[in-house]
């Protein structure tokens, strides 16, 4: 690759970077088919992966602690990776992910030191050491980093080469010693009632909001909207609940089916999360609930209503204006009648 190539891939990584996968393998796109990577990433001991899916230590603050991680290379060539930390977060769909090259860390990214790079053969596995170094001046709480291995490859677009960058990864996460102060709140809540312009068939409630962890420690979240005699519980229960680190917060969109629009609807939204303790046990948080209102106007049955009154109106009307015809001609008749009588009378 000459210099030019070199220096379009790497600017063309700020709009185009892999996602990290946890624990997975990859087969990126590459260059050359013939010559496609594939690989994975997985914590270790200094003897190779030894079954953990992420890293957890909890350290105090100024304190290190030495670790590994494994890259296997599952191709047919030796490969050249790329491995990095950086800072880690949760995307909008609910999956751990850590940030692109691009931009730089300032959390937990930044306390963990390891190789820039590392030749895996094809088949082979490596070892990787690494050390996580908290600063003395850490905040308590938890504090989410990922560690990937990646590769370069470039792909024609629009008349320039663009490099994409392929990453697979895993959670490092490092809990520094001192009080939990665990805190939540649902924010901006959004509803929305659906209505069916059938007046035979019932609408539906459209629930949306944003949990915000507010606390120092990671949560698990979960919870039950009550709302118009239905009870729905989120996140899905076969997901379980949705993890959301400090600082960061989670939408979570919910439907309430088969509601009768009866004008008005009030509700909560209880939420009842829980934190992971220093001995690995989860313990629940105290409970919260905000309230939620939904106007549920029946328009289609008001309109319904509303044509069998002009009908009715209708009706009467007509009726009422044939009657009145009716005695105007009686009333003729008679009065028709009497004429013709006066004259017989006078003779």
Do not use: C
Not at 270 to 290: K, M
């Amino acid at each position: 690759m000459n210099t030019t190539r070199l220096r379009a891939a790497l600017a063309a990584l700020a709009t185009a970077a892999g996602a990290v996968a946890l624990i997975a393998t990859a087969t990126p796109a590459a260059a050359d088919e013939a010559a496609a990577v594939s690989w994975s990433v997985t914590p270790a001991d200094a003897s190779g992966p030894d079954g953990r899916v992420a890293i957890e230590h909890s350290l105090d603050a100024g304190a290190t602690i030495d670790d590994h991680f494994a890259v296997r290379n599952l191709g047919t060539e030796a490969v050249s990776f790329r491995v990095a930390a950086a800072d880690g977060f949760y995307n909008r769909n609910g999956r751990f992910d850590m940030l692109p090259s691009d931009q730089e860390s300032v959390d937990a990214g930044t306390w963990i030191t390891l190789a820039e790079s590392v030749t895996v053969e094809p088949g082979g596995t490596v070892v990787v050491p690494f050390t996580i170094s908290v600063p003395d001046n850490a905040e308590p709480g938890d504090h989410a980093a990922g560690i990937a291995a990646s590769v370069l490859s470039l792909k024609q677009g629009e008349g320039a080469e663009v490099g994409v960058e392929s990453r697979v990864g895993f959670r490092v996460m490092t809990r520094v010693t001192g009080e939990l102060a665990p805190a939540f709140s649902a924010q901006d809540v959004r509803t929305d009632y659906r209505t069916s312009w059938n007046p035979l068939e019932p609408g539906r409630i459209d629930v949306s909001f944003d949990v915000v962890n507010e606390g120092n420690t990671r949560l698990e979240v979960g919870g039950v909207l009550d709302l118009a005699g239905q009870h729905v519980p989120f996140p899905d229960e076969s997901a379980g609940p949705q993890e959301i680190l400090p600082g960061e917060r989670h939408t979570f969109s919910l439907v309430v089916d088969q509601v009768w629009p009866l004008f008005a609807f009030p509700g909560e939204i209880a939420l009842a999360p829980s934190i992971t303790t220093a001995d690995g046990q989860s313990t629940e948080v105290a409970p919260a609930s905000t309230p939620v209102f939904v106007w549920a106007i029946p328009w289609p049955q008001l309109l319904v209503l509303a044509g069998f009154a002009l009908i009715t109106m209708a009706v009467v009307w007509r009726r009422g204006r044939s009657v009145r015809r009716v005695e105007e001609l009686v009333r003729q008749a008679r009065e028709a009648g009497r004429r013709d009588a006066v004259p017989e009378s006078g003779a």
